[in-house]
């Protein structure tokens, strides 16, 4: 036996590979991908799935997402061209892993105050977990996070009854 290592694209050539790809599996469809679209996947794909190989997870999405996008149109409307910008992108990621959006778009800002209201108002009496809870997703928001490392781990420990199924619950709404 031989090991040959099969590594990842470049930055510039990923992105080819991946626009490439996505041009091909639009084609027939009247559906352009705007560059920054692909870019955006790109970005999606290395911060939040970082353990899937590159381009196969930002070309499955792209299909995934194409694919959603066949299976909304209807018969007999228009077949003007659409294109699929950096918005759409970021609302499909947030849909397939459950993350609210404004964890995953840049342009969106975190309100800390916001988020530990709303975990208080579900989750009773847990001032502390929740007030952890609150900074570590800044610390994730804010991409403080060590890179090569899994984004946040969280083990909700405790007897029965104080909340920990209600926090995590919380956090997925």
């Given amino acids: ?25 639009a084609r027939g469809q009247r ?11 790109v970005r999606l794909s290395r911060r939040f799935t970082p353990y899937d190989g ?20 209807l018969p007999g409307a228009p077949t003007d061209s659409v ?7 970021i609302a499909q990621f947030s849909e397939e892993t459950g993350m609210p959006r404004f964890m995953i778009d840049p342009d969106l ?19 502390e977990a929740v007030g952890r809870i609150v900074g570590i997703l800044s610390t994730v928001k ?15 420990v405790g007897p029965t009854g104080v909340g920990k199924t209600e926090l995590a619950k919380a956090w997925s709404r």
């Fill in 1 to 25: 036996f031989q090991r040959i290592a099969i590594t990842e694209p470049e930055s510039g050539e990923l992105e080819q590979i991946i626009e490439r790809k996505a041009n091909d599996l």
């Fill in 31 to 41: 559906i352009s991908i705007d560059p920054y679209a692909i870019q955006e996947t």
């Fill in 83 to 89: 294109a699929i910008h950096r918005s759409e992108i």
């Fill in 142 to 156: 804010t991409a403080l996070a060590r890179t090569g490392k899994p984004i946040a781990s969280m083990l909700f």
């Fill in 54 to 73: 590159m381009p196969g997870r930002p070309v499955r999405f792209l299909e995934n997402l194409l694919l959603n996008r066949r299976g909304k149109s």
């Fill in 109 to 127: 800002p975190m309100d800390p105050e916001a988020l530990l209201k709303h975990f208080n108002s579900r989750v009773f009496g847990q001032e």
